[in-house]
């Protein structure tokens, strides 16, 4: 099968005086994406449909490796990212140096491995529950999952959420490897005499998933959200993918 990317429209939010940064970040990101279009992703699926072989990811590395280098180059000469240079001494090029290039293509796949991500497995269908301690390798979490038939014209819904407690401690030492990489001691001693204070609860990281199938097993909607908040404020990333037109 083909996946191609096609001409999309930028945000079209309008942004405040003190939301600057976002509205240049989207800027970028809308002339970046003009350059992918036309780029085809060949791929393979097994009898149920799960993707098995990706064909051609080694051109698909070299597009997004060259259009790393070119995003950085402009985004290097953005005020706010040449403010952070100037004030902590934060160095973003060399923050990103040791980028995995293979996680470069991950922008390209995210898209298409939602489209195909359930095809493969097998759900039951009404809702279910599972908790799991934390491990040495996991965090504390709950798993909540819920599947729909629609027996009127056999469109079903998968939905699952996964919710996991970040320990506190946990949090600090990640915000610290940031802080560190600022090389400003008045921010380190700042961080190390206020976190415990500021900082009281565990952070909550929240991954939802829901998928709508038509009956032949195409997906027609599907969400994907990852949230994390401390002390009930926090930030949501989200993708929505819909059809914009269904032929029954």
């Known amino acids: 099968m083909d996946y191609t990317f096609l001409e999309v429209k930028g945000d079209s939010t309008l942004y405040s005086s003190h939301d600057s940064y976002q509205a240049t970040l989207n800027t970028l990101v809308e002339k970046l994406?003009?350059?992918?279009?036309?780029?085809?992703?060949?791929?393979?699926?097994?009898?149920?449909?799960?993707?098995?072989?990706?064909?051609?990811?080694?051109?698909?590395?070299?597009?997004?490796?060259s259009l790393f280098k070119e995003s950085l180059k402009e985004l290097m000469q953005m005020p706010e990212i040449v403010g952070l240079k100037k004030?902590?001494?934060?160095?973003?090029?060399?923050?990103?140096?040791?980028?995995?290039?293979?996680?470069?293509?991950?922008?390209?796949?995210?898209?298409?491995?939602?489209?195909?991500?359930?095809?493969?497995n097998v759900y039951n269908i009404g809702q279910s529950h599972t908790h799991e301690d934390a491990t040495a390798t996991t965090y504390e979490n709950d798993?909540?999952?819920?599947?729909?038939?629609?027996?009127s014209d056999y469109t079903y819904s998968i939905t699952t959420?996964?919710?996991?407690?970040?320990?506190?401690?946990?949090?600090?030492?990640?915000?610290?490897?940031?802080?560190?990489?600022?090389?400003?001691?008045?921010?380190?001693?700042?961080?190390?005499?206020?976190?415990?204070?500021?900082?009281?609860?565990?952070?909550?990281?929240?991954?939802?998933?829901?998928?709508?199938?038509?009956?032949?097993?195409?997906?027609?909607?599907?969400?994907n959200q990852s949230t994390i908040t401390v002390g009930g404020r926090g930030k949501s990333n989200q993708t929505y993918i819909y059809l914009d037109y269904i032929n029954y």
Request: net charge negative.
């Open 143 to 151: 798993t909540y999952s819920t599947v729909t038939l629609d027996t």
């Open 87 to 120: 004030e902590f001494n934060i160095d973003i090029k060399e923050m990103v140096k040791d980028v995995d290039s293979d996680k470069l293509i991950d922008g390209y796949l995210e898209e298409l491995k939602l489209l195909f991500l359930c095809h493969g």
């Open 161 to 223: 959420e996964v919710v996991n407690i970040i320990p506190k401690s946990t949090l600090k030492d990640m915000v610290g490897g940031i802080v560190e990489l600022m090389d400003n001691d008045s921010v380190t001693e700042s961080f190390n005499k206020d976190f415990d204070t500021q900082v009281k609860e565990n952070a909550i990281y929240d991954s939802y998933l829901s998928s709508d199938f038509l009956a032949h097993g195409w997906p027609y909607r599907i969400i």
């Open 33 to 65: 994406s003009k350059k992918i279009v036309g780029t085809t992703i060949h791929f393979e699926t097994d009898e149920f449909g799960a993707i098995t072989k990706f064909n051609n990811l080694g051109q698909i590395k070299r597009q997004a490796k």
